[in-house]
């Protein structure tokens, strides 16, 4: 982007136009890398539990990518006030609840109904900070998908699965709301690592209960560690990159299309086909999400990067 100029002639404002548009693809790859990265993470993540068991896999990813990302910023300890660390700490008991939750849920239900499901969080959040008329349409639509997604009653999912999708859905929700906050109050992603580390602490003693020992096999280790690096590390790096130079309302809109992704890779990854009716269902779900987002764009209040 070009900052407004009085003096500034018209050929001069029009030469960079052309490039920025072209370079515009760049941090939309990046998304898109990101999301990919993230839903093949979680399809590996899938394939994994069976040797962890969902717990054991949620904690040797947070703890892989809290070593990561606390050997990346070095987050500083001191200087912090109460309410510092009282945001952070929540945040990181937020995080770690809703990669648990989420986990739980994949675990019992394929992968794209639980990640349709859970972006029913961030849309509900979007919708009540809205509070505008066109929201109840974005709502029934999001409904309606829900409605279909469960086949008129949830009776082809796993009810206890989502139980778990829609509490990691609230979860991500406060997740979105808890990072904005954190944002504000550590430098660069020294919240994040600290809030990680945290994440970590919080689900270890889950993991160890339900994988014992078998958190310490190589083989193990080394799967979850490319979770971590899949679904945690390189897709907040990507993004954290795309936001240099991509608006957050169109980041967001972007976000919208996890559950397609997820969809994607269930089926490519761990075999889950979908019927036509939860196909129609991800669509309603996925064009409310951007009809929410477009419509807080609109009122002029770009929605949180982090969601």
């Given at each position: ?91 990181g008991i937020t995080l770690g609840a809703m990669n648990g939750l989420f986990y739980q849920a ?9 990640v349709t499901l859970e972006v029913l969080g961030p849309l509900a959040l979007s919708v009540l ?152 269902a991800i669509a309603l779900v996925i064009g409310a999400s951007m009809g929410a987002v477009r ?13």
């Amino acid at each position: 982007m070009t900052s407004p100029s009085t003096t500034t002639s018209p050929s001069a404002v029009r030469t960079p136009t052309g490039p920025h548009r072209r370079g515009s693809l760049g941090p939309v790859g990046l998304v898109l890398s990101g999301g990919v990265s993230v839903q093949f993470g979680a399809a590996l993540a899938v394939n994994l539990m069976p040797r962890a068991g969902a717990l054991g896999v949620v904690t040797l990813r947070l703890l892989a990518a809290a070593a990561v990302l606390l050997l990346v910023c070095r987050p500083k300890l001191r200087g912090h006030s109460r309410t510092d660390w009282g945001t952070v700490i929540v945040f990181g008991i937020t995080l770690g609840a809703m990669n648990g939750l989420f986990y739980q849920a994949v675990d019992r239900i394929p992968l794209g109904p639980a990640v349709t499901l859970e972006v029913l969080g961030p849309l509900a959040l979007s919708v009540l900070a809205s509070r505008r008329a066109i929201n109840v349409v974005w709502a029934g639509l999001a409904l309606t998908g829900v409605f279909l997604l469960g086949g008129g009653g949830f009776d082809g999912l796993d009810p206890v699965g989502v139980a778990f999708a829609l509490g990691a859905g609230a979860m991500w929700a406060a997740y979105i709301v808890f990072s904005a906050r954190t944002g504000r109050r550590f430098p660069q992603a020294d919240g994040l690592a600290l809030a990680m580390a945290i994440g970590a602490l919080l689900m270890l003693p889950l993991g160890i209960a339900e994988s014992g020992a078998k958190l310490t096999d190589p083989t193990t280790i080394a799967l979850g560690s490319a979770v971590a690096i899949m679904s945690s590390v390189l897709p907040y790096t990507l993004e954290l990159l795309a936001l240099r130079r991509l608006p957050a309302s169109t980041f967001a809109i972007m976000m919208s299309l996890e559950p397609a992704l997820a969809a994607t890779a269930g089926f490519l990854v761990l075999g889950q086909s979908l019927s036509a009716w939860q196909a129609a269902a991800i669509a309603l779900v996925i064009g409310a999400s951007m009809g929410a987002v477009r419509t807080q764009v609109g009122r002029g209040k770009a929605p949180v990067p982090e969601a």
